[in-house]
């Protein structure tokens, strides 16, 4: 049976209900959310709980300023039965590149480099890279492969909107999976070894042909060390976490708080999820990576997405300025295939047209998620954020696109 943080109602003639959980206050009439129609996501994840579709999530809204929703619903650890809480821990995998991303800006903001600078300038080992071509028998088979010279150099914005021709090594071909070999399965002791790894891999594309989802924010990770002479996690401690008090997030979990680390699922041979073996360490790490390897929770999570709400801005500390984030949310793929209605900017997935997309919300808004399936979106026209934080593989977008559903359709105002 789940249980359920009951909370309290306290009636305001000009404030509604404001609601207090854990110290945690929340109004959703004065965020413009009606609580009723919001009523419907939480019994939506109840069900889905039940079901055995999903073990415990922790998920947060807020909008114009204020939190609509925060509720921790379910466990966080389905073999011993754990309620999951709200200062859960996750560990949020891709969602880790909007913050790399975020950071690197910080340093473009600093003049350490263009954006249309070849990375060659900084790492000559990109002088040597090579494009992999296949030319193909009539009946579709691989008849040879040959190795070419890139058409035009990586330039830094192709690591940052990921058309720089690399891959991030998750498909099923046989290239992906030798460069998951590479990358994954082979033990670094540091983000520099990592992109040496990267490195020594053909590119399946040409720079600026194609967009691919891909490593490159690897690269941006060890750029960072470059130019800013210390290494990421440290950058990432000064620049972000520390200024928007971010005091969950990092590359590793204290010991004491080793208990708060939402556990990982899976789908059992009947179709429910069960406990699935650990695939990260959470002390000890060494890679400061851009693609992966943050740990967070939903609150802290919230203070980044909050931050890129207010132009850059929160709880008086400008990360980043507002020009340079409008550069990074807007479409710089326009005429390379990708989902309908959809874009990418640097650093971040931009919605381009509500209709074909078939996705509530509204043009601009921009997002990411991870492969654990942890969900982050800001939408700046109707000053919102959602984050969906649970722990289970293998990755579907599906939760992200129920969160965004059950908000739109919960605006009331």
């Known amino acids: 049976m789940i249980k359920y943080i009951h909370y309290f109602c306290i009636h305001f003639i000009v404030f509604g209900c404001l609601h207090a959980q854990n110290g945690h206050l929340y109004n959703p009439a004065a965020a413009g959310i009606s609580e009723s129609k919001l009523d419907r ?54 969602m880790t590149k ?31 890279l090579e494009v992999m071509q296949l030319k193909y028998d009539d009946d579709g088979t691989v008849s040879e492969v040959e190795y070419v010279a890139p058409r035009q150099p990586v330039l830094i914005w192709h690591l940052l909107a990921h058309t720089a021709g690399f891959s991030h090594g998750l498909g099923q071909n046989e290239y992906d999976q030798k460069l998951f070999e590479l990358l994954y399965e082979t033990t670094h002791k540091t983000i520099k070894d990592r992109v040496k790894a990267l490195l020594s891999y053909p590119l399946m594309g040409h720079p600026g042909k194609q967009w691919n989802y891909s490593a490159s924010p690897d690269v941006l990770a060890l750029l960072i060390e470059y130019f ?8 990432l401690q000064q620049r972000i976490f520390d200024p928007l008090e971010m005091t969950d997030t990092g590359y590793n979990v204290d010991m004491d708080d080793e208990h708060r680390i939402a556990g990982l699922h899976q789908p059992g041979e009947n179709g429910q999820l069960e406990s699935a073996e650990e695939w990260s360490a959470s002390q000890n790490n060494t890679v400061f990576g851009g693609t992966h390897g943050l740990y967070s929770t939903a609150s802290d999570y919230a203070k980044f997405g909050q931050m890129l709400l207010n132009g850059g801005k929160y709880n008086g500390h400008r990360i ?12 710089h793929i326009e005429g390379l295939p990708y989902s309908p209605g959809q874009g990418f900017g640097l650093g971040f997935g931009v919605s381009t047209d509500v209709s074909d997309s078939k996705l509530p919300g ?17 939408d700046p026209v ?30 009331d105002d």
């Open 41 to 94: 996501y939480e019994r939506f994840l109840d069900s889905e709980i039940s079901a055995g579709k999903m073990a415990g999530a922790v998920s947060l809204i807020q909008r114009k300023g204020q939190t609509a929703h925060f509720e921790a619903i379910g466990y966080s650890n389905l073999s011993e039965k754990q309620p999951i809480n709200k200062d859960q821990i996750f560990y949020i995998q891709s």
């Open 98 to 128: 909007p913050v790399i991303s975020v950071a690197f800006m910080t340093l473009y903001e600093e003049g350490h480099f263009l954006l249309t600078d070849p990375v060659s300038m900084y790492l000559p080992e990109f002088d040597s």
């Open 228 to 235: 800013s002479g210390m290494p990421v996690d440290r950058f």
């Open 320 to 331: 980043i300025s507002r020009k340079t984030l409008e550069l990074m949310t807007e479409n």
């Open 362 to 378: 509204s043009v601009g808004t921009y997002y990411w998620s991870g492969a654990f399936n942890t969900y982050f979106f800001v």
């Open 382 to 411: 109707e000053e919102a954020v959602g984050i969906l934080m649970t722990q289970s593989y293998p990755y579907t977008n599906f939760y992200g696109t129920k969160l965004r559903q059950f908000l739109y359709s919960a605006i």
